[in-house]
Each structure stands twice: as C-alpha cells, then as structure tokens.
C-alpha cells in the first residue's frame, strides 16, 4: 500500500508530520499512522500555553484498534489547537495533513528539526 508522504514536511520516527512557517511548527499524524489506527473516535491535546518537549508525550490518539500516545517531534509553546478535533476526532482519518492537523507551536529553536526525518527518510521507514 502507498501512503501520502509530503515534501514539504518533516516527521518524527513516531510518525508525527510537522510543517514550519516563520517560527511556528503545525503538526499532525501521518497517512500511514492513521492508517495503522484505523478509525479515530477520540484526540486528547494539550492546551494552548503549554510546552512541549522533544520526543516527550503530548496527546494520545484513540481509535477502534488501539490508544496510542503522541510525542512531540519540537521543543516550543503550544499557540492553537485544532478544536475541531473535539467533535471531529475522524479528521484525523479524513485529510491527515490537511483539516486532521493537532497543533501549532511556537518553536523555542530550530534545532529539533534537524533531527527529523525528510519525506525520503520516513517513506524508507514505512516501507
């Protein structure tokens, strides 16, 4: 199966996607991770002010299969929340890069992002 990979993101080895504009990080989860979910019926996020730190858990995502945590692939402050997943968690499914995104983040430093993976880097992974 081939899933949508995006060139102009990065992703985190746990299947995080991130795509940066002037300093803020959006992030969401991959094609191949809501996939793997299968059906999304709950999103639990962090609120808006809250810091999040590389690699540590911010959310969890729960589907018909699985919970399953999610991990922050930037250090930075929380500025939005994708309310619409409260009532909508199956966005996730839907449009994962598009209207399924979690949250924007003010980055504290660029130097997270180095240590993602590019498109190339998470198809290898996936395969």
């Known amino acids: 199966m081939s ?7 990065k992703y985190s080895s746990e299947h995080e996607w991130v795509e940066t504009t002037d300093g803020t ?3 969401g989860i991959s094609d191949f991770a ?10 639990e996020l962090p609120s808006e002010g809250d810091e999040l730190t590389q690699d540590e ?3 969890v995502v729960e589907s018909i299969k699985a919970v399953s945590d999610l991990y922050a692939p930037v250090n930075g402050t929380v500025t ?16 994962p890069f598009g209207e399924g995104w979690m949250l924007e983040v003010e ?7 180095d240590e993602l993976l590019t498109a190339d880097e998470y198809r290898e992974q996936i395969e």
């Open 3 to 9: 899933f949508e990979v995006p060139e102009d993101r």
């Open 25 to 27: 990080a959006r992030v």
């Open 34 to 43: 809501q996939d793997e979910l299968g059906d999304v019926v709950f999103v």
């Open 57 to 59: 858990e911010f959310g």
């Open 80 to 95: 939005a929340v994708n309310d619409a997943l409260e009532d909508q968690p199956e966005l996730v499914n839907d449009d």
């Open 107 to 113: 980055l504290a430093d660029d130097s997270g992002l």
